[in-house]
């Protein structure tokens, strides 16, 4: 995978931004591969999510965010220089799906927020299914993490990235193995902030 300067750039700009105005503390940092492909998968309280996991390992990680935030010209020159790309969401996006699966084959790492919008009172929402077609087609470690919400501004934030997901025996891509997909994911998304 080809690194982008521009991303790292941004990154360490953001980062003592957002240590002052929400400190945070990240747990299980370890279980992010060092190296190869990985999806992280991760639940959405706050716009800066994207920022505070990428803050949390040194990979680059590639965005897949909803169609509407490349609407405005300048926000998709940003975005995409940033190496994030659209997906058009309650749709089956195969432009998305095959740029999703070829970061992968490159052994990047894919971001992906699966409830598909922001619940800034970490309530636990049913998935959108794109996550776990992407991780049963890949067949690439999926790692959960937890940013426990709602944020508070000058105070201590917890960030919690839990161990790779355990799918290997969800052999089909269909409706019953999606599910099945999902509720793990909820259960290692939440393990660290109660009950699924």
């Not at 716009?47 to 300048?74: G, H």
């Not at 996006?93 to 992968?104: E, F, G, Q, V």
């Not at 996550?131 to 470690?141: D, F, G, S, T």
Request: charged letters at 25%.
């Amino acid at each position: 995978m080809k690194e982008n300067r521009f991303y790292y750039v941004c990154r360490a700009l953001a980062t003592p931004l957002l240590h002052f105005l929400y400190p945070f503390r990240v747990d299980g940092k370890e279980n992010i591969p060092a190296e190869g492909p990985a999806i992280l998968c991760s639940n959405h309280v706050h716009m800066f999510d994207p920022v505070f996991i990428a803050i949390s390992t040194r990979r680059y990680i590639r965005y897949i965010s909803k169609q509407e935030l490349f609407s405005n010209r300048a926000l998709a020159w940003f975005f995409r220089h940033l190496g994030m790309f659209p997906v058009a969401r309650g749709a089956s996006d195969m432009s998305a799906m095959r740029t999703s699966l070829s970061i992968l084959k490159e052994g990047g790492v894919l971001g992906i927020f699966p409830q598909g919008h922001r619940y800034k009172q970490d309530d636990h929402r049913q998935l959108e299914s794109g996550a776990a077609i992407i991780a049963l087609r890949a067949r690439v470690p999926v790692i959960p993490i937890h940013v426990k919400g709602p944020l508070k501004l000058f105070r201590r934030n917890e960030i919690t990235v839990g161990a790779p997901v355990a799918l290997d025996d969800l052999k089909r891509i269909d409706a019953p193995a999606m599910a099945e997909a999902d509720r793990r994911l909820i259960r290692a998304i939440w393990n660290g902030g109660g009950e699924a």
